[in-house]
């Protein structure tokens, strides 16, 4: 956010209910994806003008589930969850640590799949910036598993959304694949760019700076008035 208001943009960030200090009136399992995209909803309504709206992962598919039924001048999916949804990210989570993730479906908390500063920096960052896991940590929540299960089914209507659209996919992401991120691109014919030896976490790892750059670029080139 700093170094977007840096460069004279006007950046707001939106925390969504049953995280963060959000109010909360359900334990935060019971939260569904039309919850967090009504808040988005919300949110965007009180904004005048209309807003960029930046998403990341999760974020990213209530961003996608959102630009089916409004319009914004433009949108920016930053290492989304892809359009056919997180099922082979489960799949390979699987594969990779069975016991995790058979412990983590029968406790219904996906946060243990991230709660020791190794899981984070395997998930989130690569090796140079690994040793950052340990001081974001502390500050992870845990997240629906209503929501989660939704997650798995894929977007559709991609047709119907209209809003310019940026796909920013990072090239070392251990959750969702290049492949995966280039098929989201295509399904709303939307720009698309690569970081380079980046982790999920676009927005932490080392090439932060040319992450947010590349933002920038984008906006200046098809929001000139942004």
């Not at 919300?42 to 089916?68: D, N």
């Not at 082979?88 to 479906?105: C, S």
């Not at 991609?158 to 090239?171: N, Q, S």
């Not at 030896?197 to 000139?224: C, F, K, N, V, Y």
Request: proline share 6%; glycine share 4%.
């Amino acid at each position: 956010l700093d170094d977007f208001a840096a460069h004279g943009y006007e950046a707001h960030a939106i925390s969504l209910p049953g995280h963060g200090k959000s109010e909360s009136d359900r334990p935060v399992n019971a939260y569904r994806i039309r919850d967090y995209v009504a808040a988005l909803r919300e949110t965007i309504a009180a904004m005048t003008p209309a807003p960029i709206v930046i998403a990341h992962s999760m974020g990213g598919y209530v961003l996608q589930s959102y630009l089916r039924d409004h319009m914004l001048p433009g949108a920016v999916l930053l290492a989304s969850l892809p359009v056919r949804g997180a099922l082979p990210y489960y799949l390979r989570l699987m594969l990779h640590d069975p016991l995790l993730f058979f412990w983590m479906n029968l406790t219904m908390n996906s946060w243990i799949a991230i709660n020791t500063p190794e899981r984070f920096a395997y998930h989130f960052l690569t090796p140079q910036t690994a040793e950052l896991a340990k001081q974001y940590v502390p500050f992870i929540g845990k997240e629906s598993t209503v929501g989660a299960i939704e997650l798995m089914l894929p977007l559709r209507h991609a047709e119907r959304v209209k809003t310019p659209i940026l796909c920013v996919a990072a090239e070392q992401d251990a959750i969702f694949t290049v492949h995966e991120e280039q098929a989201t691109a295509k399904a709303y014919h939307a720009d698309w760019r690569l970081i380079k030896g980046q982790g999920h976490d676009l927005m932490l790892d080392s090439d932060w700076l040319e992450t947010a750059a590349t933002i920038r670029e984008w906006l200046e080139r098809s929001q000139p008035s942004a």
